[in-house]
């Protein structure tokens, strides 16, 4: 099981290193209306924003605005404390079965679907990240 967790650790790791990768070898993305270099991201609208979006246009005025990369970063740690969450919940499951081991048989025989459901778990997370990847990539261009 442990084995598990560090090889989706480690494929959702690479997945948001890949997204770090391909942002930061395109050229900056520009505002359609501004014509200015998308630098900011609106935490209300979670949308990138250009300076004159932020601060000319009535739409954004009193949003909470970030630095785009912050935005990205919060995004990264975001998801490494769910994965370090779900860790702790594989953990219980291991402790469970472990403490249960005098019934190993029925253990034995929940165990793959235990596995089944943390897997699914796993993919359902890859996905979200996937999506939330996809979607501020759209975004910025």
């Known amino acids: 099981m442990a084995e598990l967790i560090h090889k989706i650790e480690k494929e959702v790791i690479q997945s948001i ?25 609106c935490k209300n609208d979670n949308k990138p924003l250009c300076v004159g979006c ?36 594989v953990k219980l499951i291991d402790e469970y079965l472990a403490k249960n081991d005098i019934n190993s048989k029925k253990a034995d025989e929940r165990y793959p679907q235990v596995l089944a459901k943390v897997n699914e778990f796993y993919k359902d997370l890859e996905e979200l990240i996937i999506k939330k990847r996809d979607k501020h990539m759209d975004m910025i261009h």
């Open 54 to 89: 932020s601060y000319l246009s009535q739409t954004h005025r009193n949003h909470r605005v970030v630095p785009l990369e912050k935005a990205e970063a919060d995004v990264i740690v975001d998801l490494k404390e769910s994965i370090a969450e779900n860790k702790g919940i």
């Open 17 to 41: 290193s890949f997204h770090n990768e391909v942002y930061s070898s395109q050229q900056m993305s520009r505002c359609m209306q501004h014509n200015n270099v998308i630098t900011l991201y």
